[in-house]
């Protein structure tokens, strides 16, 4: 078995950036409970299954970010290299496809092995083998 370097080690943590905002109309409240207007599959899934972090204060930094419609491409940026540079905890970055096409050039851009960074689909976006940056990597690798 292949020794573990001590930089992979200390990763132990998931980061998640997903999920543009889907409005649903007709939620409201049923019996004094307050149901959402909004829904973030994506991120919300995640957090649900127990990746939620969030660092100690004062910089108390979370390991995830919801993206809308409203939400600057510099601030997905900031985010993806928060997760991918700054951050050594981080060991796998779950992106959502249609958002990692908003900042493709740096997503083909990270080559280090840890964090992975791997694209998801979403609900509203199917996946596209095609755009895949760790899938171009592996076919042309393979020489296809």
């Given at each position: 078995?292949?020794?573990?370097?001590?930089?992979?080690?200390?990763?132990?943590?998931?980061?998640?950036?997903?999920?543009?905002?889907s409005i649903h109309r007709g939620l409201g409240s049923l019996e004094g409970v307050r149901l959402p207007d909004r829904r973030q599959d994506t991120v919300t899934g995640m957090l649900l299954a127990?990746?939620?972090?969030?660092?100690?204060?004062?910089?108390?930094?979370?390991?995830?970010?919801?993206?809308?419609?409203?939400?600057?491409?510099?601030?997905?940026?900031?985010?993806?290299?928060?997760?991918?540079?700054?951050?050594?905890?981080?060991?796998?970055?779950?992106?959502?496809?249609?958002?990692?096409?908003?900042?493709?050039?740096?997503?083909?851009?990270?080559?280090?092995?840890?964090?992975?960074?791997?694209?998801?689909?979403?609900?509203?976006?199917?996946?596209?083998?095609?755009?895949?940056?760790?899938?171009?990597?592996?076919?042309?690798?393979?020489?296809?």
């Amino acid at each position: 078995m292949a020794a573990v370097s001590s930089s992979s080690k200390s990763r132990e943590f998931l980061a998640v950036i997903g999920d543009e905002v889907s409005i649903h109309r007709g939620l409201g409240s049923l019996e004094g409970v307050r149901l959402p207007d909004r829904r973030q599959d994506t991120v919300t899934g995640m957090l649900l299954a127990g990746i939620g972090h969030v660092t100690p204060a004062p910089d108390a930094q979370k390991n995830f970010l919801v993206v809308d419609s409203r939400t600057e491409n510099t601030a997905i940026e900031q985010a993806f290299d928060g997760f991918t540079v700054d951050r050594k905890d981080i060991g796998v970055l779950l992106i959502n496809q249609h958002v990692a096409d908003r900042i493709r050039a740096r997503l083909d851009a990270h080559t280090a092995a840890f964090p992975a960074v791997v694209e998801i689909p979403s609900k509203d976006h199917p996946y596209d083998p095609e755009k895949d940056s760790v899938l171009r990597r592996v076919r042309k690798l393979f020489g296809e």
